[in-house]
């Protein structure tokens, strides 16, 4: 069974800072892109930060320069580093797990956790 579990959401103050993790199971970690997505009430669920394999990182326009993905391998976890959070940073925190092989993707999601920036 694969299985994402997310933690690390909760309430923060605005310029606060969060770490999640997600951790993987069920999965050969290492080969799969794993990626951090959000998503607010009545609206569509976005793509924040994403790491590959190799290490590369994607993040949105919104939270570069703020946001950090890293992954550890030895500990099947991806982390997503949180500083300088906005009110619009509030959402529901998703981590997500993607390989392509041979034209068939394999994806997963976790259940999520809650980010509330607020004061």
């Known amino acids: 069974q694969v299985q994402l579990v997310e933690s690390g959401g909760g309430l923060v103050q605005p310029g606060g800072s969060l770490r999640l993790s997600c951790a993987a199971s069920g999965i050969i970690f290492s080969i799969y892109a794993m990626g951090w997505y959000r998503q607010a009430p009545g609206k569509q669920r976005e793509l924040v930060a994403a790491?590959?394999?190799?290490?590369?990182?994607n993040y949105a326009d919104s939270v570069k320069g703020r946001f950090t993905i890293s992954r550890d391998n030895a500990k099947n976890t991806v982390y997503l580093q949180m500083n300088s959070l906005k009110p619009e940073d509030t959402a529901v925190y998703y981590c997500n797990a993607d390989q392509v092989v041979q034209d068939y993707e394999y994806n997963y999601w976790g259940q999520g956790t809650q980010v509330t920036v607020s004061s």
């Open positions: 790491i590959t394999s190799g290490g590369s990182t």
